[in-house]
């Protein structure tokens, strides 16, 4: 899945009137600029008041999940989904919808706050590879004596961790749940 920032998230609205009529007016519009979707269609009708009953045509959009979005529809869920993760940085928004794609959740059925909440349970950190978070695991959880240490065998330990406790995927680390 390609890494998204849904504060960033922007859509090109035009309509299949124009479209049709071969122009490709529209205009750019920045998610972050509309508290809810009726905010952010009152903007469209304003864009495109000189057409009665005009039909938007999302163009283009850029950090919007392809789940979210097609070309004539933006998900009821959007607003909600961006407004639950806002607090999260890029990377853990990446590791957030790198998860998302794992599980296969169903933006359009799921609670945004409920998958936040189940991702924050899960996730353990970006890591450059399973060793890597072996060693932190070995680091937080065992009172090792340096002399123990280098004689430790990381990577079995990591491959028995990711046997069935977690996984990873582009370099973040999940807990099994």
């Known amino acids: 899945m390609e890494a998204v920032t849904l504060s960033e998230a922007k859509i090109y609205v035009g309509t299949y009137g ?19 979707k009726d905010e952010f269609n009152e903007a469209c009708r304003e864009l495109h ?11 283009d959009w850029e950090n919007i999940p392809e789940s979210l979005i097609g070309e004539s529809w933006l998900s009821e869920k959007f607003f909600e989904l961006r407004d639950a993760v806002e607090d999260m940085d890029d990377t853990r928004q990446e590791a957030f919808f790198t998860w998302c794609n ?5 933006f359009e059925k799921a609670d945004a706050d409920d998958l936040v909440s189940s991702f924050e349970e899960e996730y353990q950190g970006e890591y450059d590879d399973e060793e ?8 937080e959880c065992y009172d ?20 069935g406790d977690y996984w990873m995927e582009d370099g ?6």
């Open 132 to 139: 890597d978070f072996a060693y932190q695991i070995i680091e």
């Open 102 to 106: 794992h599980k296969g959740h169903d």
């Open 18 to 36: 124009k479209y049709n009529a071969g122009s490709l007016f529209g205009k750019w519009l920045d998610l972050s600029d509309y508290s809810d």
């Open 49 to 59: 008041k000189d057409e009665e009953d005009a039909e938007y045509m999302y163009q």
């Open 144 to 163: 090792l004596p340096e002399f123990a240490k280098t004689y430790f065998d990381y990577a079995k330990f990591a491959r028995d961790l990711f046997c």
């Open 172 to 177: 973040f680390v999940f807990r099994v749940a």
